[in-house]
């Protein structure tokens, strides 16, 4: 997950906050937050794959493809499957907070 990528589940976050305190947030224009978390998501699946196929091209000894590049490609994917797990802990521990408001 990129940086703009974060920045705009954080933006999706501040408006639905906004939205539960009953201040009309500011029209920003961009896309609905379930699309934004469906295209994260999309991405770091594309990352993964990425890096699947290098690693599988590298151990069956393609020339084109060297053990740095597997190597960046795994760490790539790694940091973006956690970063995305994280954002999924700090929405499921926003959704519990707001339940609880409601009660």
Known sequence: MSSPEISQVLA???????RAQGVKPAETGETDFGDLLK???QAVNEVRQQSSAMKTAFELGNPDVDLASVMIASEKA??????????RNKLLEAYKDVMNMAM
């Open 12 to 18: 999706q976050m501040r408006v639905m906050a906004e």
């Open 39 to 41: 295209n994260s998501i």
């Open 78 to 87: 790694s940091v973006a499957f956690q970063a995305t797990l994280q954002v």
